[in-house]
Structure formats: C-alpha cells, structure tokens
C-alpha cells in the first residue's frame, strides 16, 4: 500500500519558534482566475465542448491559514460532464501513481505551492505537482507530488449541485495529514494553478469533461471558497470567497 511519509526532517529543522506573542494575523483572503477556450458558447439542444479550463487560486500568504477545503462554482451554463470517461479510481492511484491510469483517465493538471510553518519567523517553502484524473461520474481524483520530496498523496474533488446563482461545485477536500504534516506543524496552501482537457465518446456522441450551454451577460461567473483549519488558533475568519469572470459570446 503506498503510504505518505512525512515531510524531509530538514524542513523541519529550518523552522526556528519562539516562545513570544505572535501578533494578529489577518483575516484570510484569496483570489481566483479563470480561462476558458473557447469564448463562443453551445445551448441546451447543441453543447460546446470546452477545449481547455483554466484555474488559479492564490491565498494570501500574510494571514497564515491553513485551508481544509477548496469549493468551486459554476456557472449554470458551464456544466462538468464525465459520462463516457475512462475512470481510474483513488485506491488504484493511490497505490500504483499515475503511470497505472490510462491517459484516457487523465485531464491535464498543474503545480501548488505551500509553506511549512507559516506562523513561525522562518517558513519553509514548499513546492508540488498536481495530476488531475477522472475518478467515477462525479469525482475528480488529483494526485499531488512534492517536488524534490517525499509527498504523494490523492486529493479527491467531488462533483455536486452548487445552488442559488450557480449550477454545479467542485469540492476539494484537503487532509488533515497536509495540514499538519507532524504534530504541532502546520501547512498553508500558497496557491494552486492548472490546466486543464479531455473528451470522451467519438463522432456525434464526442464530448468535453466541461461543456457550454449558453452565455448570460456575456460572461460566465465563477466563485471560489475556502475554508480554513485552526493552526492552532481559529483564524479571524473561518472562510473566504473570491469571484472571477471570463467572456463568453453566443
């Protein structure tokens, strides 16, 4: 069974803590960016596919804060769609890694980046890989490598209804085991960026992981929450939301 061993003990030595009063931090923030291509939009009786999805998702490195939870929503005309997909599934990359999924299974993926320590004087940088994959009709599952490292661990995003403005959420939970990576050491995700592509079927039937349906306002509306873990405190502020926008035409 692969395991995820614990962070480089050298990390760990590269953080100095004091004994001191730590100053307020911040309520944490982030913000989000978008991309998709193409800008034209399908309708309900013809969808588009969309060739190529985009994200980045920065928090602020100022508050400290570790987060527990990525959601993202989307734009009712915007809908996830992973009938048809070659799925590999979270114990399979879990065990074997990513060279055991077919590239039918795989959508692309990215980099992150976090902070070991982020309270303390000296944090330690720390830099990952990120592989997203098709794992069942309503998860995507994201194996996540450090660079230079010895973490691999799978992250898994569920697909589900997101409600009011928005059609579906993706959620990502992050754990605890990345959080904390040992006992009184916390993480803070820094930022997480991808890119992401992948369709399914043949001829008429042939379609994208994400497909457009319409364009309301000439943009498509995303929106982004985390929600964030004490560290060990509770932040000034248990989530934030950020909002992006991309064009979209009929």
Not at 55 to 60: G, S, T, Y
Not at 123 to 134: E, I, Q, R
């Amino acid at each position: 069974m692969r395991k995820t061993p614990t962070l480089a003990l050298g990390l760990l030595a590269s953080i100095a803590f004091t004994g001191g009063a730590v100053a307020q931090a911040p309520a944490p923030s982030h913000t989000s960016q978008m991309g998709i291509t193409p800008s034209q939009a399908g309708t309900s009786k013809k969808p588009k596919s969309v060739t190529k999805w985009s994200l980045a998702i920065r928090n602020d490195k100022a508050a400290g804060s570790t987060a527990s939870k990525i959601e993202i929503s989307f734009p009712k005309t915007l809908k996830l769609n992973t009938k048809g997909f070659t799925t590999c599934s979270e114990s399979k990359l879990s065990n074997s890694g990513p060279a055991s999924c077919s590239p039918k299974s795989r959508l692309g993926g990215g980099t992150a980046s976090a902070v070991l320590g982020p309270t303390s004087p000296s944090p330690a940088p720390l830099a990952f890989k990120n592989t997203f994959f098709v794992g069942s009709a309503t998860t995507f599952n994201i194996f996540l490598e450090q660079v230079g490292g010895d973490v691999a661990k799978v992250l898994v995003g569920k697909i589900s209804k997101a409600g009011g403005a928005y059609g579906q959420k993706l959620t990502i939970s992050i754990p605890k085991d990345l959080q904390q990576p040992v006992p009184g050491t916390y993480s803070a995700l820094a930022d997480i960026k991808a890119s992401l592509r992948g369709t399914a079927g043949s001829g008429s039937k042939k379609h994208s992981f994400l497909e457009s349906t319409g364009c309301s306002g000439g943009k498509w509306r995303f929106r982004t929450k985390l929600t964030y873990a004490p560290n060990p405190d509770p932040p000034a502020s248990t989530t934030s939301t950020a909002t992006d926008s991309v064009r979209c035409r009929k």
